[in-house]
């Protein structure tokens, strides 16, 4: 019975130690939501806009662009064929 009382304390110390693993990542998980609920509602005040939003917006600017250049490039060959008449 006395090889048992060892075995019991590091069985107990274990078992100790485990439920705080479990307490310590049950705290972890409230923390990170807790911080990404805070997070979220500073960037909804703060009027930031969303990565997908700022994609389609630059994405529009690109194809404006593009097209832009394509106009000033017609611009310039009906200028051309008009004799310059046009400033």
């Known amino acids: 019975m006395r090889s048992q009382g060892p075995n019991r304390v590091l069985d107990e110390f274990a078992r100790v130690m485990t439920d705080a693993a479990g307490a310590a990542q049950g705290a972890r998980r409230e923390a990170e939501t807790f911080f990404r609920a805070q997070g ?10 969303q990565r997908e939003e700022f994609e389609a917006v630059r994405e529009m600017a690109i194809k404006a662009r593009s097209e832009n250049e394509t106009l000033k490039a017609r611009i ?7 004799g310059g008449q046009s400033s």
């Open 76 to 82: 310039a060959a009906l200028e051309e064929k008009l």
């Open 40 to 49: 979220e509602r500073l960037m909804s005040q703060m009027d930031i806009v």
